[in-house]
């Protein structure tokens, strides 16, 4: 499970230091693609796959299943990190983004999310103050 947030920086290639509480759930190579909310989702390539099967079960009659399906898996790359613990962050996934020099990583359960530091900034400001409001909206949920 992935927790925690860590902020980061981008080198001038492109490459970013893993946090090392991240490093042994990701495994030797992981997967990077396109996240909602325009962050970058990182995740260990068994849940990947996991998830990748549960995809291919959406009905690809409907345009909007092919159309996120066509989205997610277009943006994904596989990735590895280097002896240092860095990994390069694909310059589409950089774009997409809109990743500049300083970026937080996320635990997000079996994920990893990537943001711009004032990116997230500034989602976590909107989110934390609808916080009590989503958390009344999923009483039902059990936990």
Same mark, same amino acid.
Not at 14 to 31: A, H, N, T
């Given at each position: 499970?992935?927790?925690?947030?860590?902020?980061? +920086?981008?080198?001038?290639?492109?490459?970013?230091?893993?946090?090392?509480?991240?490093?042994?759930?990701?495994?030797?190579?992981?997967?990077?693609?396109?996240?909602?909310?325009?962050?970058?989702?990182?995740?260990?390539?068994?849940?990947?796959?996991?998830?990748?099967?549960?995809?291919?079960?959406?009905?690809?009659?409907?345009?909007?299943?092919?159309?996120?399906?066509?989205?997610?898996?277009?943006?994904?790359?596989?990735?590895?990190?280097?002896?240092?613990?860095?990994?390069?962050?694909? +310059? +589409?996934?950089?774009?997409?983004?809109?990743?500049?020099?300083?970026?937080?990583?996320?635990?997000?359960?079996?994920?990893?999310?990537?943001?711009?530091?004032?990116?997230?900034?500034?989602?976590?400001?909107?989110?934390?103050?609808?916080?009590?409001?989503?958390?009344?909206?999923?009483?039902?949920?059990?936990?």
């Amino acid at each position: 499970m992935f927790m925690g947030e860590f902020q980061h +920086t981008l080198d001038e290639k492109g490459r970013m230091i893993m946090p090392v509480k991240f490093r042994d759930g990701l495994g030797p190579s992981f997967i990077m693609t396109r996240g909602l909310d325009h962050c970058v989702f990182v995740y260990p390539r068994e849940e990947w796959e996991n998830l990748a099967a549960k995809l291919k079960t959406l009905p690809m009659t409907r345009a909007d299943a092919r159309s996120f399906v066509r989205f997610f898996f277009s943006g994904a790359a596989e990735c590895e990190l280097d002896k240092q613990g860095r990994v390069l962050v694909p +310059t +589409t996934l950089r774009d997409y983004a809109q990743l500049q020099r300083d970026v937080v990583l996320l635990g997000v359960s079996n994920r990893i999310e990537l943001w711009d530091q004032e990116e997230w900034q500034r989602y976590a400001s909107g989110a934390a103050d609808s916080f009590a409001d989503i958390a009344e909206k999923l009483v039902d949920l059990e936990f």
